[in-house]
């Protein structure tokens, strides 16, 4: 069936002589072994310099895409061998990944027969290059996103997916889509979160509506506290003066430590707290006199524990601004240093 598509297509729409179809036939894609080494070479010895000859390259990614959309007319075996050779060309330039968007048809995606066909392609892809060469093809196409797709509307979730890709050897791109995945919910959660704070919605409100998500979307505590702190200092216009940026930060971020606070019990949600104050003192120039009066205040608001403080002095600082911010917490640090020796 192949040889007789094949034949079809010339640059100009001509048919090709019984010669040339004789030359496709005995270079068939079907008739290679289901061997990765044995593709490879047909790849480059026969099938891509024999179809580029009669083909430009358009038309060429276009007569592939087109192929990819009748897999059904195909056997299991020759699937296989289609996927793997496609997922060879891939990995060597010769076809783009745009032309995967193919495989998100309804009548081979229902049947089970896109998700079974991609695994083979992207097994023989990281075969030739590795996950990252994947990745990174699939984010440029931007079909990063699409891969839940691949599957039927009542399995297009992650777990589903996470579990087939990982028993057919594929752990990479499923921890890739589960990082995909959580990329989008932050920026969801970050949008939905400024909003909010810009009606001023009250905190316990806001506190509700951030636990629901973070169940729902199996987000950890350490994930959340970040984003929380730049959507609290993104709700503001700053004072371009520096003796009145101060007042104005502790003003707000004291209305906001009760929020802060709910989502920083963990030792490492506090210090990636402090590491992003720290950051964003550093970035943001008019702060970075204000640093340990923002740390001193979420200490007294019980956002931040000394022990949380005292790591960060000794060995979670970032290097940003690293002499500045610890010469500024010094005296509260040796005076944390001397009521922690006071209590024991």
């Not at 179809?51 to 059904?72: E, R, T």
């Not at 959507?231 to 003796?243: L, Q, T």
């Amino acid at each position: 069936m192949l040889q007789i598509t094949l034949w079809q297509i010339s640059p100009g729409g001509t048919r090709i002589d019984d010669n040339d179809k004789t030359k496709m036939t005995n270079h068939c894609v079907f008739s290679a072994q289901e061997d990765h080494d044995a593709l490879r070479h047909y790849a480059q010895g026969a099938f891509t310099p024999l179809l580029l000859f009669y083909m430009l390259p358009k038309v060429y990614v276009s007569f592939v895409s087109q192929l990819l959309l009748f897999l059904k007319a195909f056997s299991e075996t020759e699937q296989t061998k289609l996927a793997m050779l496609t997922g060879i060309l891939l990995a060597n330039g010769t076809l783009p990944a745009t032309i995967l968007t193919s495989l998100f048809t309804d009548n081979i995606v229902k049947e089970g027969i896109a998700a079974s066909f991609a695994v083979k392609l992207f097994k023989a892809w990281m075969l030739e290059k590795d996950a990252n060469s994947v990745t990174s093809s699939l984010r440029k196409a931007n079909l990063d996103k699409r891969l839940l797709e691949l599957f039927p509307p009542n399995r297009q979730n992650v777990d589903h997916f996470a579990k087939y890709f990982t028993d057919a050897g594929l752990k990479e791109l499923s921890d890739f889509l589960r990082v995909q995945q959580s990329l989008g919910t932050r920026k969801e959660l970050q949008k939905e979160l400024q909003e909010r704070l810009s009606q001023e919605c009250p905190i316990k409100e806001m506190v509700l509506y951030v636990k629901e998500e973070m169940k729902r979307n199996d987000l950890a505590e350490p994930a959340v506290i970040g984003l929380l702190w730049s959507c609290i200092m993104n709700a503001v216009e700053w004072n371009k003066k520096e003796e009145l940026v101060a007042e104005q930060a502790l003003k707000h971020l004291k209305q906001y430590a009760p929020l802060l606070a709910v989502f920083s019990t963990q030792g490492q949600s506090e210090l990636i707290l402090l590491q992003k104050v720290q950051e964003y003192c550093y970035d943001n120039i008019h702060f970075m006199k204000a640093f340990q009066k923002i740390v001193v205040l979420f200490y007294k608001a019980d956002v931040l524990s000394e022990e949380a403080i005292l790591k960060w002095y000794k060995e979670a600082h970032l290097a940003k601004g690293k002499s500045v911010f610890l010469d500024q917490m010094k005296k509260f640090v040796e005076w944390l240093q001397n009521a922690e020796e006071g209590n024991t």
